[in-house]
């Protein structure tokens, strides 16, 4: 009877490990599981990325999951190494308080959630149940066929946006976009990757756009986020937003699974399916 009622409360305690209880709603699940995405397969990944590198995840059994076709729902930008002299020069934030709530160091990846565009340590993102991490080449080329879209080339152009992001670094944009398109080989660490570093730190602390208007980049989404640091030479390998029906609604749109479907290379990948 003894054993008995111990495998009676050990089973109990097993559920009761189990479950999870929210203050605000007040909400119970019962959720045993853990990430699928283990340490080993963290520090896998830790092991051989390189700074420019598209890091896509997925969750299971998360509700918005099911409305995002594909295997994957989000979308980073591993940047490596950031200090707090990068965030200083490079983010336009000035505020003191604000600099210091902004989190540095040696592996960071940037992305945007509903709190916005941030930095977080690459092991903070890799709590997930399936990640890709993708690559553009060493030496970039242009593939015969694709140009530079339309929409981007107006951006580039644009008095607004000059006025808004400063002419420089957008001319600077232009000019690899140009020179690619020209038959021009870049170096991705040399030439590319410094430009797609200050872009990206540009935009800490934008605001998440919840309307997924790839038009308009005073907000942005994950993929939206990812799509704008990279505009000057992610149409070379057939990157750029395309019509999709997202929460009832047409709209131009990258989903996740466009970065793994592009010309990009899967450096690693592991997935369940959700």
């Not at 015969?144 to 600077?172: C, D, M, W």
């Not at 398109?181 to 200050?198: I, M, S």
Request: glycine share 6%.
């Amino acid at each position: 009877m003894a054993n008995y009622a111990d495998r009676v409360l050990q089973q109990f305690l097993i559920i009761f490990g189990g479950i999870k209880v929210f203050r605000f709603p007040f909400f119970m699940i019962y959720d045993p599981r853990t990430f699928a995405i283990k340490g080993k397969q963290t520090r896998e990944v830790m092991n051989l990325l390189q700074p420019g590198d598209i890091l896509l995840r997925t969750y299971k059994n998360y509700l918005d999951g099911y409305f995002i076709p594909g295997t994957f729902s989000h979308a980073g930008f591993y940047l490596g190494k950031v200090t707090d002299d990068d965030v200083k020069n490079y983010s336009g934030i000035s505020n003191s308080s604000d600099l210091a709530e902004i989190e540095t160091g040696d592996e960071m990846v940037i992305h945007s959630m509903a709190r916005g565009i941030f930095l977080e340590d690459v092991i903070n993102f890799c709590r997930c149940d399936g990640m890709a991490v993708l690559r553009f080449p060493h030496q970039l080329k242009h593939q015969a066929g694709l140009t530079v879209p339309q929409r981007v080339q107006e951006y580039f152009n644009s008095p607004e946006v000059h006025g808004q992001y400063g002419k420089e670094p957008i001319l600077a944009e232009q000019a690899l976009a140009t020179r690619l398109l020209q038959g021009e080989t870049l170096d991705f660490a040399k030439e590319v990757f410094p430009l797609f570093f200050h872009t990206a730190l540009s935009q800490l602390g934008k605001p998440y756009d919840f309307d997924f208007n790839f038009d308009d980049f005073n907000a942005m989404s994950c993929t939206e986020f990812v799509y704008f640091l990279s505009k000057s030479v992610c149409w070379n390998y057939g990157i750029q937003p395309v019509e999709k029906k997202v929460l009832f609604k047409s709209r131009r749109i990258i989903q996740p699974d466009a970065f793994e479907n592009s010309a990009l290379s899967v450096i690693w990948k592991q997935v369940q399916p959700r």
